[in-house]
């Protein structure tokens, strides 16, 4: 199936400890993106990177670090996690910057993370 | 800066009701507009999307249109069933910007 994918979809970790969100895409797109849902479901973008360069990097705090090997892929570590960063975070892509076609950007369906 | 107001929710209707969710924005470029639906427990999906004044763009039943003088994006439908319950985003994405920006997301709940 054609998607983006995201690994996992539920983590619970303790405050302090460092882990990682995986995401893939096999879409073809050369654009990928991480947002953050907050629990009131406001969505705001943390960062983009396009054909592995950084083009987006919002105010975000530095324990938060994208990586992106290929273009398909993007991933998000986070060190010493703290309570406020339990979120939904969601994986995008595109092909460019988004408005072509009628798919616009392609989100995955979200890891939830949850730290205690 | 640019940005996306919604009513805020939730909308409680009973089954084939006509559904409107307000949608806002303002924007230093010329922006395209977009409406996602989140199902719970799921990501975001694309329900819609208007690129330029007085296209409407529709999906499913649903039907929104750009309108450039009042700067709104509302969505509309004729007649909704309990499927639709899902929390709806408007969207909007300046040209040649990568950045989509959403507004604070509308929780439907369709009663039978």
């Known amino acids: 199936d054609t998607a983006v994918s995201q690994t996992p979809k539920y983590l619970v970790t303790q405050m302090g400890n460092d882990k990682s969100i995986k995401c893939e895409q096999n879409?073809?797109?050369?654009?990928m993106y991480w947002y953050k849902q907050d629990s009131k479901k406001f969505l705001k973008i943390m960062f983009s990177y396009n054909n592995k360069e950084l083009i987006i990097n919002e105010t975000v705090p530095n324990r938060f670090s994208p990586k992106s090997p290929d273009k398909a892929h993007l991933n998000l570590h986070i060190n010493s996690l703290e309570l406020g960063d339990s979120a939904v975070y969601f994986c995008?892509?595109?092909?460019?910057?988004?408005?072509?076609?009628?798919?616009?950007?392609?989100f995955g369906s979200g890891t939830r993370l949850t730290v205690v | 800066g640019d940005s996306v107001t919604q009513m805020e929710g939730p909308v409680t209707l009973s089954e084939e009701a006509f559904l409107t969710i307000n949608c806002t924005y303002t924007a230093t470029g010329y922006p395209s507009l977009f409406w996602y639906v989140q199902y719970p427990g799921e990501g975001l999906q694309l329900l819609l999307k208007?690129?330029?004044?007085?296209d409407k763009g529709s999906n499913k039943g649903f039907e929104a249109t750009y309108r450039k003088e009042t700067t709104s994006f509302h969505l509309e439908k004729g007649s909704v069933q309990v499927s639709d319950s899902a929390v709806y985003f408007c969207a909007l994405k300046v040209d040649s910007s990568y950045k989509l920006i959403f507004g604070s997301g509308t929780r439907l709940l369709v009663r039978p």
């Open positions: 879409l073809g797109h050369d654009t």
């Open positions: 995008a892509s595109s092909q460019g910057s988004g408005t072509g076609g009628n798919y616009g950007y392609t």
């Open positions: 208007a690129t330029k004044a007085d």
